[in-house]
T-cell receptor, first 111, second 115 residues
Framework: GDSVTQMEGPVTLSEEAFLTINCTYTATGYPSLFWYVQYPGEGLQLLLKATKADDKGSNKGFEATYRKETTSFHLEKGSVQVSDSAVYFCALEFQGGKLIFGQGTELSVKP | KAGVTQTPRYLIKTRGQQVTLSCSPISGHRSVSWYQQTPGQGLQFLFEYFSETQRNKGNFPGRFSGRQFSNSRSEMNVSTLELGDSALYLC??????????????FGPGTRLTVL
């Protein structure tokens, strides 16, 4: 079945470091791909999305490119801030309002 | 525009009881999806409603049910609660386009604790 695999956390970085969170997926077709972020005690917020191969989603300095050949959607940011500390979820969706999530990656940024 | 709202935010129940959670979508959104979040299983899809019809369902027992009203508000019900039902229940709404759901916007969740 369809699934999403993320790199395990927690990931601990110093402020201004480069961030990569790996995400790969298994799917029978061509889903839409998403990154969501969850801050402590809150629901999920959409960070970025891509709906077809080679699309690049970007928001708040975060970027991810839909790579069909490697079935990947890695999240990157050039310079993280303490305020980026949160749990990040990669997800895919075909249709019918059903998101399939990865297990989440906790990011901790130290000043 | 107001976001997705969920009530109540926190709930404590005992085993064997039943519970009803409520979700009000963003105005104009007609699709509502529900998810269960636990430390062990992560985020799992429960079901999705559009125009008062369940369009998609996850792999949960029949104790988990839901419905959607004509104003797009949705409720989910869990009967005969078990300890393992303790979780954060998240609701999300979206504007389906051409049969393919658009971006889902999440509410803050209802934290259910079963004792």
């Amino acid at each position: 079945g369809d699934s999403v695999t993320q790199m395990e956390g927690p990931v601990t970085l110093s402020e201004e470091a480069f961030l990569t969170i790996n995400c790969t997926y298994t799917a029978t077709g061509y889903p839409s791909l998403f990154w969501y972020v969850q801050y402590p005690g809150e629901g999920l917020q959409l960070l970025l999305k891509a709906t077809k191969a080679d699309d690049k989603g970007s928001n708040k300095g975060f970027e991810a490119t839909y790579r069909k050949e490697t079935t990947s959607f890695h999240l990157e940011k050039g310079s993280v801030q303490v305020s980026d500390s949160a749990v990040y979820f990669c997800a895919l969706e075909f249709q019918g309002g059903k998101l399939i999530f990865g297990q989440g990656t906790e990011l901790s940024v130290k000043p | 525009k107001a976001g997705v709202t969920q009530t109540p935010r926190y709930l404590i129940k005992t085993r064997g009881q039943q519970v009803t959670l409520s979700c009000s979508p963003i105005s104009g959104h007609r699709s509502v999806s529900w998810y269960q979040q636990t430390p062990g299983q992560g985020l799992q899809f429960l079901f999705e409603y559009f125009s008062e019809t369940q369009r998609n369902k996850g792999n949960f027992p029949g104790r988990f049910s839901g419905r959607q009203f004509s104003n797009s508000r949705s409720e989910m019900n869990v009967s005969t609660l078990e300890l393992g039902d303790s979780a954060l229940y998240l609701c999300a709404s979206s504007v389906p386009a051409g049969g393919r759901a658009d971006t889902q916007y999440f509410g803050p969740g209802t934290r259910l604790t079963v004792l």
